[in-house]
């Protein structure tokens, strides 16, 4: 999911990697409304509210909105930067440390919530938007700009794009291609939907609060060492199987 990159990253390794990265930011979105009542997966919002208040000139109010921004900006960048920089150390998995800094902020805020009334609600969300601008650099360039998984403006135009050109075979006729990326699509959409159901629900209905943020970290551990566990895992059937074949062989020669 995480490990395989460039040529050898597949269609399967990008819907794997869209459906659990886009089930987590529905749960930071969901959670981080209903904590603070601000939208934390993406700045569309606040561009619009920033430009709002410095042409009313509220340049004070405006400012916490230009702060949204440039943490999702600082975030994309922050996340791109380590990947460049340890990228040519060939046995370190360049997008894990990214990943763990994004746990370690939803981690941060759950606990803090636990021993602390949240006072400063600007810096959750500055918090939860930086993660989210971690998250949707990190998976834009593991898979190659395919996925993009914080916010849906953007998949809602290539999915009706995309649906349109199924109706002209002649001029788009790898269908087999453009109904892979379709589906990509809609499982982007339909998990975000599913992890903002979930959060809701979590948040609310099992009274967890930003203790939800905590699901969604342990979410993002499990992914990032998927690959790993399972080759270990192979790695241990495979000697059990050799084992077993070689007392067989010694058992029949005998």
């Known amino acids: 999911m995480f490990r395989h990159q460039g040529k050898s990253r597949t269609l399967k390794h990008n819907l794997q990697i869209a459906i659990v990265l886009s089930f ?9 409304f209903l904590s603070i009542e601000q939208l934390t997966t993406n700045v569309t919002g606040h561009f619009a509210l920033f430009i709002y208040d410095v042409a009313n000139f509220k340049f004070w109010k ?8 440039f943490s999702f900006l600082f975030g994309s960048f922050l996340s791109s930067f380590l990947i460049e920089k340890f990228r040519a150390n060939k046995r370190l998995n360049v997008f894990v ?10 981690v941060s805020i759950a606990l803090l919530s636990n021993i602390m009334e949240i006072q400063y609600k600007d810096a959750i969300a500055c918090m939860l938007l930086f993660a989210m601008g971690l998250q949707n650099s990190y998976v834009t360039k593991i898979s190659n700009a395919v996925v993009r998984t914080t916010h849906l403006t953007g998949l809602f135009t290539d999915l009706g794009i995309e649906i349109s050109q199924l109706f002209f075979p002649k001029l788009h006729p790898n269908r087999k291609k ?21 959060g809701g629900f979590l948040y609310s209905r099992a009274n967890l609060k930003l203790n939800t943020l905590i699901i969604a970290a342990i979410i993002l551990i499990i992914s990032l060492f998927y690959d790993d566990i399972r080759y270990r895992l192979i790695k241990i059937k495979r000697k059990f199987n050799q084992k077993k074949s070689d007392k067989h062989n010694r058992a029949f020669r005998r």
């Open 24 to 32: 987590v930011a529905g749960i930071v979105n969901v959670t981080g």
């Open 178 to 198: 453009l109904k892979s990326t379709i589906q990509l699509r809609i499982s982007i959409i339909l998990f975000f939907f599913g992890g903002g159901l979930v």
């Open 62 to 69: 405006g400012t916490i909105y230009f702060l949204y921004i």
């Open 97 to 106: 440390l990214p990943t763990i800094i994004e746990c370690l902020i939803l």
